[in-house]
């Protein structure tokens, strides 16, 4: 028997005391796991680099200069230039930008669709919860990426279309998910007497099993996360995503693959960016789902 | 068992269905007239009013559906609008290249992550282990299109021993097929065995810590034996059935690979057809591409619930 199965009284005495062991162990965690804490870091990294893009990059990133076209790195242009001159680093930076908009923004919608849709199947099961199923399946029937590319193409390229494109096709996966995770906690003594008690369907829904909940969606949104700034890049690149002269990650590489031969760093650093971030991205997640669901991996 | 198979098979029935329906109408919300882009750019109003008259674009949209369903049971998904080649034929000729693509890929990533699993299994905690894990980290978060340019970058460009891009049929020169497909079936492989390597590891763990691993140790048998001839055997079961799981990934995967290494498969076929307004083939291709993954799926369902008879329709053997 679990822990959380005791009675509500128990669980009530016991809140207080595990808020410190809490910190204490997310402290041992980070001392042993140096890595996620080094990829936390660089994820925040990005994330200062989003928000001030303006003045890390210092130059227009899509001011063009005849003289300066595709240079390799230099003092002045660090990462170099690009086939129409501009400073490829600037481009970068701002590129961070496009990347976490699409990542953050496209998953927040994944979950404000599918967690509802997954809660009221799992909470209300029957009929309901048969049909949401079979739309999921059906919904799952188109691989990811094709399921972007089809919706992407019916509302016209674009951040905003792509970043809802991808989204959706991030959202059956959570619909999934929160259903599974609701069938387990509807099951539990502590719904069944919170019911007894006499709380409706909404607020067991929001106060009973939503955050228990919370933790798991946690861990995969920073799965999903680094998913979702690698498909905004296979959008942009393919000419789906984000349109030029806008810096995306995607657009550059698609620019740079014309020029391989005689600009090659044009190709390293949106790449490496993107490496970095996921890399980033995933390392942290793995100390986080560690922190959070102490089961072993 | 049969009760089950039949529900399941039930139930992939009904996700084709609304499948069809979402296919169907989601082409039909592609913005632009299909009869203006049969028509030609140099066609008068007549002229795209005979093309709607001679599709049938003008009956109601749940009667075109049904005439499309009707046509595609029986195997006619219709005709490109830019080729007029038939739907089928063009993905009977672009889908075998993707199927050997997918299948060198395959090779690759059972190749490299099975041994590195059970390897990082058996030496649990030492660098063979974090090695092992690091490789399957970066295997994860390296973006495929950006491993295949700069395998390009060093491999074609730099050094010159493989050619960057293109197609050779391998019944016409096996080599230089396998020249030009080594690269994309490596950066295609790379994802798969990050999370092959994972899973083989894992499931390696369970397996080594079962009790009839320990009988196998106490009757006196070298690790050698125990890990050959007992453990490697059960702990692939649940690599299997992943690995029909990926095929979604692996589909979405040739999609990019073939658009940068520009092999003529099917993945190229689908980003074709959605550039160039073609709606027949977007309809079919798309169509053929859900209801070969709910078919794998069903398959895999089917397959998970032989070998483990305690998943029955209850469980949840999809988890994702």
């Known amino acids: 028997m679990s822990p959380s199965t005791t009675a509500p009284t128990a669980l009530l005495a016991r809140a207080p005391s595990t808020e410190p062991s809490r910190v204490a162990r997310a402290w041992r965690q980070a001392r042993h796991r140096p890595a996620s804490v080094v990829g936390a870091v660089i994820v925040l990294l990005f994330v200062a680099t989003a928000i001030g893009a303006p003045w890390i990059a210092g130059v227009d990133p899509m001011q063009t200069d005849w003289k300066l076209i595709r240079k390799a790195p230099t003092f002045a242009h660090p990462f170099g230039t690009d086939d129409l001159g501009r400073d490829t680093f600037a481009r970068v930076v701002w590129g961070t930008r496009i990347s976490m908009q699409a990542g953050v923004f496209s998953i927040l919608l994944a979950i404000a669709v599918g967690v509802p849709l997954g809660l009221v199947a799992g909470f209300y099961r029957g009929t309901l919860d048969q049909a949401i199923m079979r739309l999921t399946d059906a919904w799952l029937a188109f691989p990811f990426l094709i399921l972007a590319i089809g919706l992407v193409t019916i509302m016209g390229p674009s951040l905003t279309n792509a970043t809802v494109a991808i989204g959706l096709g991030a959202t059956p996966t959570y619909i999934r998910l929160t259903r599974g995770l609701v069938l387990a906690i509807a099951a539990e003594d502590y719904v069944h007497g919170a019911r007894a008690l006499g709380a409706g369907d909404v607020r067991l829904m929001t106060r009973h099993v939503l955050p228990n909940i919370v933790s798991s969606l946690l861990v995969q949104a920073t799965i999903s996360i680094p998913i979702a700034i690698i498909a905004e890049a296979i959008l942009s690149f393919l000419g789906l995503g984000v349109q030029p002269p806008a810096p995306s990650w995607g657009t550059m590489l698609n620019t740079a693959q014309q020029f391989l031969e005689t600009a090659p760093w044009m190709a390293w650093w949106p790449g490496l960016a993107i490496f970095s971030l996921t890399l980033s991205f995933n390392l942290a997640g793995d100390g986080l789902r560690d922190l959070l669901d102490p089961r072993d991996y | ?320």
Do not use: C
Not at chain 2, 157 to 178: H, R
């Open chain 2, 1 to 320: 068992m049969f009760d089950f198979l039949v529900q399941r098979a039930a139930i992939s029935v009904g996700t084709l269905f609304v499948i069809s329906m979402v296919v169907f109408t989601g082409v039909r919300m592609i913005p632009g007239d299909p009869a203006r882009v049969l028509a030609g750019t140099d066609a008068d109003a007549a002229g795209i009013d005979a093309i709607r008259e001679k599709y049938g674009l003008k009956d109601p949209i749940p009667l075109q559906y049904l005439r499309w369903v009707g046509l595609a049971l029986r195997g006619d998904l219709g005709h490109s609008i830019r080729t007029r080649e038939s739907v089928i034929d063009t993905v009977a000729t672009k889908l075998p290249i993707t199927i050997e693509l997918a299948f060198l890929s395959l090779l690759i990533a059972v190749g490299i992550a099975i041994p590195a699993g059970v390897l990082a299994a058996v030496r649990r905690n030492t660098v063979w282990d974090m090695l092992a894990s690091g490789a399957s980290l970066g295997g994860v978060s390296i973006p495929n299109f950006w491993l295949g340019i700069m395998l390009i970058l060093f491999f074609s460009v730099q050094l010159g021993w493989l050619p960057a891009s293109g197609f050779v049929p391998i019944w016409e020169s096996p080599l230089d097929n396998l020249r030009r497909m080594v690269m994309p079936a490596f950066v295609l492989g790379t994802a798969l065995a990050a999370v092959l390597m994972r899973q083989t590891r894992n499931s390696m763990i369970e397996v080594m810590s079962a009790d009839y691993i320990r009988t196998a140790y106490s009757k006196g048998l070298t690790t050698r034996a125990v890990v050959f001839r007992h453990a490697i055997r059960n702990s692939l079961i649940p690599v299997v059935t992943i690995l029909g799981l990926q095929m979604g990934a692996l589909i979405s995967g040739a999609v990019v690979t073939e658009q940068i290494f520009v092999v003529p498969g099917f993945g190229r076929l689908i980003v074709e057809s959605v550039f160039t307004r073609d709606y027949p083939l977007v309809q079919g291709v798309v169509l053929i591409t859900a209801s070969s993954y709910v078919l794998i799926n069903l398959l895999v369902d089917v397959s998970y619930s032989l070998l483990n008879p305690r998943i029955r329709i209850g469980g949840t053997p999809r988890e994702s």
